[in-house]
């Protein structure tokens, strides 16, 4: 082990530890880790105390099992297991629960690294209290199943006060959210614009050959950089400045960006965070990634961020299509969520730390006086999906949808631009002439008045991607039945038609639209 790095060390330790997610699940239980995503930290630390473990009498040297292992095994597999627990435990302890641990504990937790090696990372100080958070990540994204260790700053549960501006921000909702969304086809050159601890960078390293990850914020990018290798990662380069300078001379396959979106009044006294206030009016940050991408990305290349934008006398999704309007991007833009300026402070000042009491009301004042001088009503928040077209952009969308989703949705963004490709390509009568097959998510469903023998409700349901629920008619609820790929469209209206005693061609046009929306939706697929 001596040509090990320390940050070798420490993934050999938390390996030995079991320091994963279920771990931690099954050491305090579900119910307390459902109060650690809340910020509570009591029933975790009561699940600890009424089940420390023992410490081990023997641990087995690497290198091969010796010989009073072998007539001991029963016990000292006992022992391993509850020295596997107490340095779970204690590593648990320091680095999710943020409490200092006594040194000769945290030295049994980590053997191969140890407190020296700890302290020298900036993990802990000598009397074994936690610098940084550190906790496993378990993920299921366009690439599969994942696990990862990843290091941040310590929150304010862990601070006992309101986080410092230059935060660096581990794992949250919105980091999530966009892994699940990450496109995993194979490409060059991929940037995750704006790294912060560099979740999205290692997602994007696992099918790019190349990841350049950028950011303002020098600590974000050495604790990305520790990230990167603590878990393993060599493909991923990493450069300091804002937005797109550091990358004036590339073109990227992928672009994805959780950029700094939340708007913040630009006024004095107000903190401005660097993992979340982009530093512009508004939501400027979002319109500048969105109007800056283009030139970024080579043809063919997809870009994906998230993004906030403002509700007042233009419509927000109507201000995001004009931005897009601006560019020769195809562009999927879906809103997930609309909320009041007053929710929507509420929610970042307490984001930031800050609690009920006058400097609350002084913050969110700050933030109410900027929504009222500007006229914004609401801010929208979503996911942006962006393609440099070969050609002209034929593709944009805007959609609200808020519903449930129905998992990771990287496969089925990619999917649904190839279908408008596939979709494009053809005009009705092409289409017609083609066959056509019911994904196998989607499910039908039908309601029925008590006694009748005819539905009054017909619903489509898609069980993955947006789960969209799509009523139809009987007309398109009959042509849908039929594709199973051997029947084209075309001969699938005509047969319909006969059935209800219509004519073909009205019929045809009034259900060829609706079959382009199934397909392109993913309900229907080409044969």
């Given amino acids: 082990m001596g040509g090990m790095t320390s940050l070798a060390r420490l993934a050999a330790d938390l390996r030995a530890a079991n320091f994963t997610v279920d771990a931690l699940t099954d050491l305090w239980g579900e119910d307390a880790a459902a109060a650690l995503h809340r910020g509570q930290r009591v029933p975790a630390l009561r699940a600890l105390a009424a089940g420390t473990p023992s410490p081990p009498s023997e641990i087995q040297e690497s290198g091969g099992e010796t010989a009073v292992l072998r007539a001991k095994r029963p016990r000292v597999e006992q022992d391993l297991l509850n020295f596997r627990r107490g340095a779970l435990a204690t590593l648990a302890t320091a680095f999710v629960l943020g409490l200092a641990v006594d040194p000769a504990a945290l030295e049994a937790a980590l053997p191969t690294l140890g407190v020296a090696g700890a302290v020298e990372l900036g993990l802990v100080d000598e009397a074994g209290a936690p610098l940084l958070d550190l906790r496993p990540y378990s993920v299921v994204d366009g690439s599969g199943v994942t696990s990862w260790w990843i290091a941040s700053d310590l929150g304010e549960l862990a601070l006992g006060h309101a986080i410092p501006e230059n935060h660096v921000l581990g794992v949250g909702g919105a980091s999530t959210t966009l892994s699940g969304l990450m496109m995993a086809g194979p490409v060059q050159l991929a940037l995750d614009l704006g790294t912060g601890c560099g979740i999205q960078a290692l997602h994007a390293a696992r099918h790019a050959k190349r990841v350049i990850a950028t950011d303002i914020s020098e600590r974000a990018l050495h604790l990305a950089r520790l990230n990167a290798e603590l878990n393993g990662f060599t493909n991923i380069e990493f450069r300091l400045g804002s937005l797109f300078e550091p990358v004036v001379e590339e073109r990227f396959g992928h672009v994805v960006s959780n950029p700094p979106f939340v708007?913040?009044?630009?006024?004095?006294?107000?903190?401005?965070?660097?993992?979340?206030?982009?530093?512009?009016?508004?939501?400027?940050?979002?319109?500048?990634?969105?109007?800056?991408?283009?030139?970024?990305?080579?043809?063919?290349?997809?870009?994906?961020?998230?993004?906030?934008?403002?509700?007042?006398?233009?419509?927000?999704?109507?201000?995001?299509?004009?931005?897009?309007?601006?560019?020769?991007?195809?562009?999927?833009?879906?809103?997930?969520?609309?909320?009041?300026?007053?929710?929507?402070?509420?929610?970042?000042?307490?984001?930031?730390?800050?609690?009920?009491?006058?400097?609350?009301?002084?913050?969110?004042?700050?933030?109410?006086?900027?929504?009222?001088?500007?006229?914004?009503?609401?801010?929208?928040?979503?996911?942006?999906?962006?393609?440099?077209?070969?050609?002209?952009?034929?593709?944009?969308?805007?959609?609200?949808?808020?519903?449930?989703?129905?998992?990771?949705?990287?496969?089925?963004?990619?999917?649904?631009?190839?279908?408008?490709?596939?979709?494009?390509?053809?005009?009705?009568?092409?289409?017609?002439?083609?066959?056509?097959?019911?994904?196998?998510?989607?499910?039908?469903?039908?309601?029925?008045?008590?006694?009748?023998?005819?539905?009054?409700?017909?619903?489509?349901?898609?069980?993955?991607?947006?789960?969209?629920?799509?009523?139809?008619?009987?007309?398109?609820?009959?042509?849908?039945?039929a594709c199973d790929g051997t029947m084209t469209v075309g001969a699938i209206c005509s047969a319909v038609a006969q059935i209800l005693e219509v004519d073909a061609t009205e019929l045809s046009a009034e259900v060829i639209p609706q079959l382009r929306e199934l397909v392109l939706t993913g309900l229907l697929l080409p044969a």
């Fill in 263 to 481: 708007i913040t009044p630009r006024a004095a006294g107000v903190p401005a965070y660097e993992y979340r206030d982009g530093g512009m009016v508004g939501d400027g940050i979002v319109r500048a990634v969105i109007l800056g991408v283009e030139a970024r990305l080579e043809p063919g290349g997809f870009a994906q961020l998230l993004g906030n934008w403002e509700y007042g006398a233009l419509d927000g999704l109507e201000r995001v299509e004009s931005w897009v309007a601006d560019t020769g991007l195809d562009a999927w833009v879906v809103e997930r969520e609309r909320q009041s300026v007053e929710l929507y402070a509420e929610t970042w000042i307490r984001d930031g730390g800050t609690r009920p009491g006058k400097e609350f009301d002084r913050l969110y004042a700050a933030w109410l006086d900027d929504f009222a001088e500007r006229g914004v009503t609401e801010v929208g928040f979503g996911y942006v999906t962006l393609r440099l077209p070969l050609g002209a952009p034929t593709f944009r969308r805007f959609e609200r949808y808020d519903a449930p989703l129905g998992g990771s949705l990287g496969d089925h963004i990619a999917a649904v631009f190839a279908a408008h490709d596939w979709l494009d390509a053809r005009d009705d009568a092409a289409l017609a002439e083609t066959t056509l097959t019911i994904a196998p998510d989607v499910t039908e469903e039908r309601h029925y008045w008590p006694g009748a023998e005819h539905p009054t409700v017909m619903l489509l349901r898609q069980g993955s991607g947006f789960a969209r629920t799509v009523p139809v008619g009987t007309a398109l609820a009959a042509v849908v039945g």
